[in-house]
């Protein structure tokens, strides 16, 4: 069964950093892309980024709402994969959730984790 | 970045009704168009992915179709359990995005 868990959310207060991890079982880890998206208090969803799997570079793309100051990166050998966060913002505050990537560059996202709680404010 | 508009925002219909949901992009995304549920609380579910392909577990009632700029997703027979917010998303180019979603909630 494939199951995914998002840790490491929490308040944190503007220009500090948090770093997000995922924790996947279930599948093998590095044959697929794994990506984060994020959901803002009432609103609608929003792609925040992903990573290809090492055949494919391990390359990562980010939204430009965070690119410069987002990275994601994995640990094959722990099946984690990260959102690093840095220089966060009020507007950062969402539930983020990470994904099970297939594809190779037309991605679909087949499984989620339930998501953790992110809040920016002093 | 390419827009996703999704129409109605919002539906009211019974139980056995069959509803169907709109997403149009603002430029020809393929077929690279997936559609999500969801319900309050809880992560996004994967109902559709490449326009038209039903994810593993979903059940036949879900559909999707078209190509190009026009999508639609139809629930032919409607139950307790879909009642939620549906998205449209495009994977044709980065950044991803989504519809602004659609509430179908109990008339």
């Known amino acids: 069964e494939v199951q995914l868990v998002e840790s490491g959310g929490g308040l944190v207060q503007p220009g500090r950093s948090l770093r997000l991890s995922c924790t996947a079982s279930?599948?093998?880890?590095?044959?697929?892309?794994m990506s984060w998206f994020r959901q803002a208090p009432g609103r609608g969803l929003e792609w925040v980024g992903f990573?290809?799997?090492?055949?494919?570079?391990?390359?990562?793309q980010l939204a430009p709402s965070v690119k410069g100051r987002f990275t994601i990166s994995t640990d094959v050998s722990k099946t984690i994969a990260y959102l690093q966060m840095d220089s966060l913002k009020a507007e950062d505050t969402a539930v983020y959730y990470c994904?099970?990537?297939?594809?190779?560059?037309?991605?679909?996202?087949?499984?989620w984790g339930q998501g953790t709680l992110v809040t920016v404010s002093s | 970045d390419i827009q996703l508009t999704q129409s109605p925002s919002s539906l009211s219909a019974s139980v056995r009704d069959r509803v169907t949901i709109s997403c149009r992009a603002s430029?020809?995304?393929?077929?690279?168009l997936n559609w999500f549920q969801q319900k309050p609380g809880k992560a996004p579910k994967l109902l559709i992915y490449?326009?038209?392909t039903l994810q593993s577990g979903v059940p036949s009632r879900f559909r999707g179709s078209g190509s190009g700029t026009e999508f639609t997703l139809t629930i032919s027979s409607l139950q307790p359990e879909d009642f939620a917010t549906y998205y449209c998303?495009?994977?044709?180019?980065?950044?991803?995005?989504f519809g602004q979603g659609t509430k179908l909630e109990i008339k």
């Open positions: 998303q495009q994977s044709y180019s980065t950044p991803y995005t």
């Open positions: 490449a326009a038209t």
């Open positions: 994904s099970k990537a297939v594809g190779v560059y037309d991605l679909y996202f087949d499984y």
């Open positions: 990573i290809r799997n090492q055949l494919y570079g391990g390359t990562a």
């Open positions: 279930g599948f093998t880890f590095d044959d697929y892309a």
């Open positions: 430029q020809s995304i393929s077929s690279y």
